[in-house]
């Protein structure tokens, strides 16, 4: 059965007029991974896909700068 996110439509980068994701803004980034560390994708996050691109670069980034985990659990 296909579960569908419908407590927000709307990618959060766009409601807050982000226009880059600062690969620095830790807290923000760890809301788009799971419990595995891993990049949570678009259709969980509901992330478009200019902000979803942004965000995958941005924690990698973090991840070569060892702010974030490469692997968890
Ligand atoms: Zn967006």
Do not use: W
């Amino acid at each position: 059965m296909i579960t569908k996110n419908t407590n927000s439509k709307q990618c959060h980068l766009c409601v807050n007029n982000a226009k880059s994701v600062d690969y620095k803004d830790v807290e923000m980034l760890k809301g788009h991974l799971d419990t595995h560390a891993r990049i949570v994708k678009h259709r969980r996050s509901s992330t478009c896909s200019k902000h979803q691109r942004a965000v995958a670069t941005a924690v990698k980034r973090a991840r070569f700068l060892a702010l974030l985990p490469y692997l968890a659990g």
